[in-house]
Nanobody, 122 residues
Framework: EVQLVESGGGLVQAGGSLILSCAVS????????IAWFRQAPGKEREGVSC????????FYTDSAKGRFTMSRDNAKTSVYLTINALQPEDTAVYYC???????????????WGKGTLVTVSS
């Protein structure tokens, strides 16, 4: 059974950093494209970053370039999202998802985790 479980969210002050984790089971991160999305209150879910394997590289949306870093562990069972210089606009539920193609949007994701809430105070 494919499962993704996010963790690491919480309340943080503006300017701080967080590392979000996504533990996967039932597959390894080489099997699918693994992506981070986020959904702010009242807004649509938007992509942040995506990777499959180290050879293909890591993709970031324009809004994520510079402060967001996606990585994975050598065991290929977890991916991470490091967010630096957090801003109140980063407040959102952060989701990881898995799909068979490079996702252009949420519809391309086959499996979702339940998300982890990040709240940034000013």
């Amino acid at each position: 059974e494919v499962q993704l479980v996010e963790s690491g969210g919480g309340l943080v002050q503006a300017g701080g950093s967080l590392i979000l984790s996504c533990a996967v089971s039932g597959f390894t991160v080489d099997d699918y494209f693994i992506a981070w999305f986020r959904q702010a209150p009242g807004k649509e879910r938007e992509g942040v970053s995506c990777m499959r394997n180290t050879e293909d590289g890591i993709f970031y949306t324009d809004s994520a370039k510079g402060r967001f870093t996606m990585s994975r562990d050598n065991a290929k069972t977890s991916v991470y999202l490091t967010i630096n210089a957090l801003q109140p606009e980063d407040t959102a539920v952060y989701y990881c998802g898995a799909g068979w193609t490079l996702p252009e949007g949420p519809d391309d994701i086959a499996y979702w985790g339940k998300g982890t809430l990040v709240t940034v105070s000013s």
